[in-house]
């Protein structure tokens, strides 16, 4: 990977900014020829930098009324369990996001949910059945301050 330059940079920040951005839009913004901005474009994502677009959408008008941080420990830690629990809550359209991390639990997830029914049947027809699963614990969000995916670059 070649290392950023400010032009690379400033490239990035607009598109994390507006990824629906022309390169014609891009190219002038940064007083560059479009030629050679399609090039740096291509080649941040060709390196991995940049990795997909999409649509920032609002889960609350889309039905999405529970937001839930959730602490799974588990039990067993053994190859052949680790790889069908990560392979299982890659199936888990409601998961946001989860991160193995240090400290009392051993993953944590991000989950929507329709309302608190919803979040219900999802911890006990899908959570639960993950193996080697010994504990969950829900910290359902009262009220969402900050929100993003952007990075301080």
């Not at 989860?98 to 944590?108: I, M, P, S, V, W």
């Not at 910290?139 to 301050?145: A, G, K, M, P, Q």
Request: charged fraction near 30%.
């Amino acid at each position: 990977m070649e290392a950023l330059d400010k032009t690379d940079i400033n490239i990035i920040r607009r598109m994390q900014q507006d990824g629906k951005l022309t390169n014609a839009k891009l190219a002038s913004e940064l007083s560059l020829s479009e030629t050679p901005c399609w090039r740096r474009l291509k080649r941040l994502e060709e390196e991995g930098i940049i990795t997909d677009y999409q649509a920032n959408l609002d889960r609350r008008r889309l039905g999405f009324g529970v937001m839930a941080f959730v602490q799974l420990t588990c039990y067993q830690h053994d190859a052949e369990t680790t790889k069908t629990f990560e392979e299982m809550i890659q199936h888990y359209d409601n998961v946001l996001s989860c991160h193995n991390t240090t400290g009392a639990a051993d993953f944590l997830l991000q989950v929507v949910a329709k309302d608190l029914d919803d979040y219900s049947r999802f911890v006990d027809q899908e959570l639960r059945k993950l193996p080697g699963v010994s504990a969950i614990v829900s910290n359902i969000s009262l009220r969402e301050l900050k929100a993003s995916t952007r990075l301080p670059i």
